[in-house]
């Protein structure tokens, strides 16, 4: 399969995630255009089983993860699946995480190629990947205060490991978003390309990786990334803050209120409790 620009647009009836490959690259596609690519139960099970096909695969050298529509590279979480009550986790398998994906480390490679808004969760998948091309329009950020939530799904874990501590804490609270060029500055990113070059240089970047000796760059990851038995053991401390944190935050009353002023189209009135 040939690299395209990553503008593939759904029809009714499309799985929310679509799997190719191009030799020995597995290209996984968030596949709700609609909606952002935004993370209901369905996207999050077949991102996370795509992942996991990929790392038993022995013909999968690296993992390429996009998004449909060119708009959006994810916007988080269907916050009108949630709305409707709706679990957006996957059933018997939530070590996977947000979307199938934050706490499901590989050995394999994986390259997060973004375009567009990659916001909160979007975010949040860019940070759980190995390595980030961005398209020009992309804007990172975790806009979660504003909304008296919390950026759960490894933002407030990751972003200062991966950014200066100051940068990622300006980001943390204010909620402001970065471009591209400022992503990369600081590291977030590693390439910045125009958007219609993001997937071919993704792409080409795993081509580059699958080259090498699979056993040695998938140990050399392993080592890197600290994974031990499908797990990192490191994170373990930072997650039990983060789930006691969740808790707190979601019993609170800015947690209704943020989501509620946003769907009345106002400003929050909050009560810091």
């Not at 050298?61 to 709706?86: I, N, P, Q, S």
């Not at 398998?93 to 190629?113: M, N």
């Not at 935050?249 to 800015?254: F, G, I, R, T």
Request: with cysteine; charged share 25%.
């Amino acid at each position: 399969m040939n690299a395209a620009p990553d503008t593939t647009t759904a029809t009714t009836g499309d799985p929310a995630v679509l799997v190719e490959r191009d030799d020995h690259v597995q290209i996984i596609t968030l596949n709700r255009p609609e909606a952002m690519n935004a993370v209901n139960r369905e996207l999050a099970q077949l991102l996370g089983e795509a992942v996991e096909e990929a790392e038993h695969d022995s013909e999968v050298r690296a993992v390429v993860l996009t998004g449909a529509g060119g708009r959006a590279f994810c916007a988080g979480a269907d916050l009108k699946a949630v709305a409707r009550g709706e679990d957006i986790g996957v059933p018997g398998r939530e070590a996977w995480g947000f979307a199938g994906y934050v706490t499901h480390p590989i050995s394999k490679p994986t390259i997060a190629a973004v375009t567009g808004f990659a916001l909160g969760g979007g975010t949040e998948l860019s940070l759980a990947s190995d390595l980030v091309v961005a398209g020009r329009s992309s804007r990172f950020g975790l806009p979660e205060v504003r909304r008296g939530i919390i950026a759960a799904a490894g933002g407030i874990v990751r972003l200062p490991e991966q950014l200066p501590r100051k940068v990622a804490m300006q980001m943390v609270l204010t909620g402001d978003p970065i471009d591209a060029d400022t992503a990369h500055r600081w590291g977030l990113v590693n390439d910045v390309v125009d958007d219609t070059e993001v997937l071919a240089t993704a792409v080409a970047l795993a081509r580059r990786i699958a080259e090498n000796a699979p056993v040695a760059v998938q140990a050399s990851k392993r080592v890197v990334a600290g994974i031990t038995d499908g797990t990192v053991p490191a994170e373990a401390d930072a997650w039990a803050r983060n789930s006691a944190a969740i808790a707190r935050v979601m019993a609170s009353e800015d947690a209704r209120e943020g989501p509620r002023a946003f769907a009345e189209n106002r400003p929050p009135r909050w009560q810091g409790r």
